[in-house]
């Protein structure tokens, strides 16, 4: 299967930003937006904006996802919220893993693990990030890191949640710094990630797999992002947040 063959996803993901009144705004300037089947636009709302997304999306081509989830399926865990509960909302999409929850918030592969089979159980259709540090590409280890976090984060997975699972790849030096990866190093990334999965689950499920870039993509980079034979789409921070940028992000994606 090649690349035309496999769902290329642009999500947004707004992080801690956008007040309910202030989402109603945003997704009302996207609204217009082209359905097409080929390329799927995720926005990835705060919880509190999730039940105003779906209201103000409800017959648009914009779907909606939450930014994290928790493992187990209820009990006593003060603040956190659950793959049911987002399920039942009608959210169909979930960050997980995404390098702030892990540097701040203790996000480990064990439990990237168990979030991503928690979302799949449910039927939410998890945005799985991983990537390298700053520290870790400059040592020449970035391959070592992708390999073991996709081998820990997808352990225990059947062929079928891997097809399911999107993979976001995002180089951490890129969140949010303005610098991204050449073209080159991320088509790189995506393509030794898909190397793992084949040699993990075979080429069927490999070449299945959609995987994005994420790390500072704009409407300027966007084009020679997603040319890339393995890059599947992107995962986009802070130009989600500018209704003509994410919407130049999307046609880049329709068009290419
Ligand atoms: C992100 O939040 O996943 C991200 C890639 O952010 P930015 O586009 O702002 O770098």
Same mark, same amino acid.
């Given at each position: 299967? /090649?690349?035309?063959? %496999?769902?290329?996803?642009?999500?947004? @993901?707004? *992080?801690?930003?956008?007040?309910?009144?202030?989402?109603?705004?945003?997704? /009302?300037q996207?609204s217009?937006?082209?359905?097409?089947? !080929?390329?799927i636009?995720?926005t990835?709302?705060?919880?509190?904006?999730?039940?105003?997304a779906?209201?103000?999306?409800?017959?648009?081509?914009i779907?909606?996802?939450?930014?994290?989830? =928790?493992?187990? *399926? @209820? +009990?006593?865990?003060?603040?956190?919220?659950?793959? !049911?509960m987002?399920?039942?909302?009608?959210?169909? &999409?979930?960050v997980? +893993? =995404?390098?702030e929850? %892990?540097?701040y918030?203790g996000?480990?592969?064990?439990?990237? @693990?168990? %979030?991503?089979k928690?979302?799949?159980?449910?039927?939410l259709?998890?945005?799985?990030?991983?990537?390298?540090?700053?520290?870790e590409?400059?040592?020449?280890? #970035?391959?070592?890191?992708?390999a073991?976090q996709?081998?820990?984060?997808?352990?225990?997975?059947?062929?079928?949640?891997?097809? *399911? #699972?999107v993979?976001? &790849?995002?180089?951490?030096?890129?969140?949010?710094?303005? *610098?991204?990866?050449?073209?080159e190093?991320?088509?790189?990334?995506?393509g030794?990630? %898909?190397?793992?999965?084949?040699?993990? =689950?075979?080429?069927?499920?490999?070449?299945?797999?959609?995987?994005q &870039?994420?790390?500072?993509m704009?409407?300027?980079?966007?084009?020679?992002?997603?040319?890339?034979?393995?890059?599947?789409? +992107?995962?986009? +921070?802070?130009?989600?947040?500018?209704a003509?940028?994410?919407?130049?992000?999307?046609?880049?994606a329709?068009?290419?």
């Amino acid at each position: 299967m /090649k690349k035309d063959l %496999r769902r290329v996803v642009i999500a947004g @993901n707004w *992080k801690m930003n956008k007040t309910r009144s202030e989402s109603t705004e945003l997704l /009302k300037q996207l609204s217009d937006i082209s359905a097409n089947n !080929d390329v799927i636009v995720v926005t990835c709302v705060p919880f509190t904006n999730l039940e105003t997304a779906l209201a103000v999306t409800k017959g648009t081509a914009i779907k909606v996802g939450a930014q994290n989830v =928790h493992f187990e *399926k @209820n +009990g006593a865990f003060t603040g956190e919220i659950s793959a !049911d509960m987002l399920k039942e909302l009608g959210v169909e &999409y979930v960050v997980i +893993g =995404h390098s702030e929850r %892990r540097q701040y918030f203790g996000e480990t592969d064990e439990t990237v @693990n168990l %979030r991503t089979k928690a979302a799949l159980d449910a039927g939410l259709i998890p945005l799985m990030c991983v990537g390298e540090l700053l520290e870790e590409r400059e040592a020449c280890i #970035t391959e070592e890191v992708l390999a073991r976090q996709i081998k820990l984060d997808m352990a225990g997975f059947t062929a079928d949640q891997v097809k *399911k #699972t999107v993979i976001a &790849y995002e180089p951490v030096w890129a969140i949010g710094t303005g *610098k991204t990866a050449t073209a080159e190093q991320a088509g790189e990334a995506c393509g030794f990630i %898909r190397s793992v999965i084949a040699k993990l =689950h075979g080429n069927d499920v490999a070449n299945a797999v959609t995987i994005q &870039y994420g790390g500072s993509m704009n409407a300027k980079n966007a084009t020679e992002l997603l040319a890339q034979a393995d890059v599947d789409g +992107g995962l986009i +921070g802070g130009a989600s947040l500018i209704a003509d940028d994410f919407k130049a992000i999307i046609n880049a994606a329709v068009s290419g």
